[in-house]
Every structure is written in structure tokens, then in C-alpha cells.
């Protein structure tokens, strides 16, 4: 109860005063605001879990004030507070989103039930949120399909990992699973009821990517009307994954060597510290012990984050996996197309076996995606899979060359299944839509030549 903090707004300093004494009293933290600028300051800068609202402000619109928060902090929720004779109002109120009303004048039992059930009801809301946004992804153990030992070691390590509290850092190529591994560790601590916020730091601008962090206060640049939450502080309580940490620049590393020793953050264009408690996870596909060493990543934030490091193996070094993941991953995929779960042929097997898979895990599911929607057939050969692809395991092209030839053919695939709707192809790749148009552009690619390609 103690860290729950209640927002009160209103003009009237002796009900600020009674209010703030009576719920001190009850054991809550008390932030007081006269008018809506003292609220947005103190909703930007603290993690407020209730507000109480005066329904009859002078000089504003408590119902409008009431929206408006509600607009930025859905699941927060709101108690108008009211008096007798416009009950009616507080009744509209709460056809707009209002939690509850309160009639003054109030006593102390009246107040304390109602504000201990809107805190469970937050509560509850809160947990609800974490847990729709994450049903689609995979973040337990039973959800990483390996029989392969080194991968098994580590999930063991994992697992301890877990039972901690320290910073961690993911090594491996891309598409080896590393936010896989984060979520696991994430899910499995004791912070497991709180958020888990993940980011790639090599997909934001680096000019956005301190206010993506951090979030910035009203006026802190031009078009800043509002203040906005940062990815730390939508993480407070859980768990940041910072991805490709080694795309930074050295003048937010600097800042997230600060968060990481005081635990702290600073909006940008603020002049106050958030206190925060956050588990960070980084992870990176090159080695930062090398970056430390060429100059392009500090050493002190190396330190910082490299508590305990785990090593994804690349999937050409787990061979013995690749039948068991295209097998889960086409029985997903059937599934969800409403398909009879399609079989692969031996060759098939044979062909994805001897493959060095450039891109891991992640192109062995694009791949057996693109088979189960292409495919006629009750099983799958080695065509379906490697669409005009004749080179054998010992006929190599230069590493760039596959992976080009990878990306070129996946996004023609994703925006022929999207119709070359770029939004629907960058969540049917869960990439940033920023990164489909860099790939578009790179490639040369028309998108209206994928346009209503299909009904």
C-alpha cells in the first residue's frame, strides 16, 4: 500500500488538505495539483495509481479534465469527487470512464473502501493488459523447442538467472531467439506480474531513440504539446529489453550508464530524476567486448551490463533442432491458415539440414511460413521450401550475397501475402514499419506491383 500513490486534484486548498491528511493516514503516498497543469506534471513525473478529482473546478471542465487524462493513462482509474446536488454530473462522469464518485462531505470508511477497490481494480487492469499483449508471444520454457545439449545448458543457466535480480546480456547472430531468451527470463523471476518492454535500438532514429527511452516533458522541443511516458518508465516494476544495444551513441550511453548506476531517469527538457526499478536485459549480435576494444562502445557501460552474459549458438551449430522447430513451426502455421498440418519430405528434411541458415531461426520460420501458404500439396519438398534455389551446402555465395538474397526474397513473399500494404507486412513480420520501408527502398522495390494481388 505504501508505494500506491493517489493524485488529487482540485482548487479548493482545504479539501487538498483533508484529503491529503486522511489518505496519509490510511498509509497511501499523496501528490496534490491545483488545475491541470500541476496534474500533467505530476502524471509525467510520477507513477500515480488512482486520481481523485474534483468535479467542480473554477476555472476548468472536470469532466474534460477526466477524459483527457483518460486518453493517455486508460487503466488509470478516476474517483470524481462531488456534492450532493450535482450527483447527476458524477453519474455522466462515469459513463465516460469515470471509476466511481464520492459525495462530499465523506467520511473516512466510505473513502478508504472506495480507494482500496479502485486500486484493485488498476491492479487487476494492469496485469490484464501485460498479460493480452503477450498471448501471442512465446516467453516460457516449454515454448523454446530444443532437444539440442548446448542449447539445454543454457536454458539451464537461464533458469537460475531467472531466480536473480541482475543485469543481463544477450549475445548471438540475428534471428537466434535472443528476445526469446528475455522474455523467458522475465517470465520466470519475480517480476514476472509486471511489464515487459522491449525495444531494438538499431531500428529508431538515434535522435529519437533518448525520448523513445526516457519521454520528454511539455515544451521540452517544438512540437512537444504534451508530456510523454518513456519505455523505462512503462517498464517500472519489470523487466526492459534493450536490443542491439551496441547501436547507441556514445552520448546515450552515457545516460544509460547513469540509469543503470542510480536507477533513475530524466525526461528530456525535465528537470526532476525518476526513481524507477527496472530489470535491465541488453542484447547484441556482435561481441561488445570487441566494440569496447575499436572505441565504439564504453567500457564502464560494458561492465555494467555484461553482470552475466549468455551465448545463443548460431542454428547451424544446433542441426539436430531444425526438424523439430520446421515441424512446430508448420504445425503453427497450418493452424492458424485453417490447413491440414502439411508433412515434409525426407529430401525436405535432408535440404534444411544441410542449409547454414544465415538467418537462424528466424528464416527457417519464414521459410516454412511462406511454404504453408504457397503450398497445394499434402507435403513439402525442398522447392517449397527454397524457391529457385539450386546451390548445395558446399557451393557458397559470400555471406552479404545470402543474406541479401534472403531479405530480397522474403519481403517479396511478405508483401505479396499483404498486398503490399506495408503496416500489415510489418506486423505480420513484427519488424517497425521503418524498417520494411528501408528494405523497400533498398531493393528497388514498386509497391504497387504487389497491390491487390489477392481478393
Given amino acids: 500500500m505504501q508505494n500506491e500513490k493517489i493524485l488529487v486534484i482540485d482548487d479548493d486548498t482545504n479539501i487538498l488538505e483533508v484529503l491529503q491528511m486522511r489518505l496519509k493516514a490510511l498509509g497511501y503516498y499523496v501528490v496534490i495539483a491545483k488545475g491541470s497543469e500541476e496534474a500533467k506534471i505530476a502524471l509525467s513525473t510520477t507513477s500515480i495509481n488512482l486520481v481523485i478529482l474534483d468535479l467542480r473546478l473554477a476555472e476548468e471542465d472536470g469532466i474534460q479534465l477526466m477524459e483527457d487524462i483518460l486518453s493517455r493513462y486508460p487503466t488509470l482509474p478516476v474517483v470524481i469527487l462531488t456534492a450532493h446536488g450535482s450527483i447527476e454530473s458524477a453519474v455522466e462522469a462515469m459513463r465516460k470512464g469515470a471509476y466511481s464518485y464520492i459525495t462530499k462531505p465523506f467520511?473516512?470508511?466510505?473513502?478508504?473502501?472506495?480507494?482500496?477497490?479502485?486500486?484493485?481494480?488498476?491492479?487487476?487492469?494492469?496485469?490484464?493488459?501485460?498479460?493480452?499483449?503477450?498471448?501471442?508471444?512465446?516467453?516460457?520454457?516449454?515454448?523454446?523447442?530444443?532437444?539440442?545439449?548446448?542449447?539445454?545448458?543454457?536454458?539451464?543457466?537461464?533458469?537460475?538467472?531467472?531466480?536473480?535480480?541482475?543485469?543481463?546480456?544477450?549475445?548471438?547472430?540475428?534471428?537466434?531467439?535472443?528476445?526469446?531468451?528475455?522474455?523467458?527470463?522475465?517470465?520466470?523471476?519475480?517480476?514476472?506480474?509486471?511489464?515487459?518492454?522491449?525495444?531494438?535500438?538499431?531500428?529508431?532514429?538515434?535522435?529519437?531513440?533518448?525520448?523513445?527511452?526516457?519521454?520528454?516533458?511539455?515544451?521540452?522541443?517544438?512540437?512537444?504539446?504534451?508530456?510523454?511516458?518513456?519505455?523505462?518508465?512503462?517498464?517500472?516494476?519489470?523487466?526492459?529489453?534493450?536490443?542491439?544495444?551496441?547501436?547507441?551513441?556514445?552520448?546515450?550511453?552515457?545516460?544509460?550508464?547513469?540509469?543503470?548506476?542510480?536507477?533513475?531517469?530524466?525526461?528530456?527538457?525535465?528537470?526532476?530524476?525518476?526513481?524507477?526499478?527496472?530489470?535491465?536485459?541488453?542484447?547484441?549480435?556482435?561481441?561488445?567486448?570487441?566494440?569496447?576494444?575499436?572505441?565504439?562502445?564504453?567500457?564502464?557501460?560494458?561492465?555494467?551490463?555484461?553482470?552475466?552474459?549468455?551465448?545463443?549458438?548460431?542454428?547451424?551449430?544446433?542441426?539436430?533442432?531444425?526438424?523439430?522447430?520446421?515441424?512446430?513451426?508448420?504445425?503453427?502455421?497450418?493452424?492458424?491458415?485453417?490447413?491440414?498440418?502439411?508433412?515434409?519430405?525426407?529430401?525436405?528434411?535432408?535440404?534444411?539440414?544441410?542449409?547454414?541458415?544465415?538467418?537462424?531461426?528466424r528464416e527457417l520460420r519464414n521459410k516454412v511460413e511462406h511454404a504453408a501458404i504457397m503450398s497445394n500439396k499434402n507435403t513439402i519438398t525442398p522447392e517449397d521450401l527454397f524457391v529457385n534455389a539450386t546451390t548445395q551446402k558446399n557451393t557458397f555465395n559470400s555471406f552479404k550475397d545470402a543474406k541479401e538474397r534472403f531479405e530480397r526474397e522474403y519481403l517479396e513473399n511478405l508483401l505479396k501475402v499483404s498486398s503490399g500494404n506495408v503496416t500489415k507486412a510489418s506486423k505480420m513480420a513484427k519488424r517497425y514499419r521503418a524498417e520494411i520501408y528501408k528494405l523497400i527502398k533498398k531493393y528497388n522495390i514498386n509497391l504497387e506491383n504487389y497491390k491487390n494481388n489477392f481478393p
Fill in 107 to 361: 467520511n473516512n470508511e466510505e473513502l478508504s473502501i472506495l480507494v482500496k477497490n479502485a486500486l484493485e481494480k488498476q491492479r487487476l487492469a494492469r496485469e490484464i493488459e501485460h498479460l493480452r499483449s503477450k498471448l501471442d508471444e512465446q516467453h516460457t520454457f516449454r515454448n523454446i523447442i530444443t532437444q539440442n545439449k548446448k542449447m539445454q545448458e543454457i536454458l539451464k543457466q537461464v533458469l537460475k538467472i531467472s531466480q536473480t535480480d541482475c543485469t543481463v546480456s544477450i549475445y548471438g547472430e540475428s534471428g537466434t531467439g535472443k528476445e526469446m531468451i528475455a522474455r523467458a527470463i522475465h517470465h520466470n523471476s519475480n517480476r514476472a506480474k509486471g511489464p515487459f518492454v522491449a525495444t531494438n535500438c538499431g531500428a529508431i532514429p538515434e535522435g529519437l531513440l533518448e525520448n523513445e527511452l526516457f519521454g520528454h516533458v511539455r515544451g521540452a522541443y517544438t512540437d512537444a504539446h504534451d508530456s510523454k511516458e518513456g519505455l523505462f518508465a512503462r517498464a517500472d516494476g519489470g523487466t526492459i529489453f534493450l536490443d542491439e544495444i551496441s547501436n547507441t551513441s556514445p552520448t546515450l550511453q552515457v545516460k544509460l550508464l547513469r540509469v543503470l548506476q542510480e536507477r533513475e531517469i530524466k525526461p528530456v527538457g525535465g528537470s526532476k530524476n525518476i526513481k524507477i526499478d527496472v530489470r535491465v536485459i541488453a542484447a547484441s549480435n556482435i561481441d561488445l567486448q570487441e566494440a569496447v576494444q575499436e572505441g565504439s562502445f564504453r567500457e564502464d557501460l560494458f561492465y555494467r551490463i555484461h553482470v552475466v552474459p549468455i551465448y545463443l549458438p548460431p542454428l547451424r551449430e544446433r542441426k539436430d533442432d531444425i526438424p523439430l522447430l520446421a515441424t512446430y513451426f508448420m504445425t503453427e502455421f497450418c493452424k492458424a491458415l485453417k490447413k491440414n498440418i502439411l508433412e515434409f519430405t525426407p529430401a525436405a528434411i535432408q535440404k534444411m539440414t544441410l542449409y547454414d541458415w544465415p538467418g537462424n531461426i
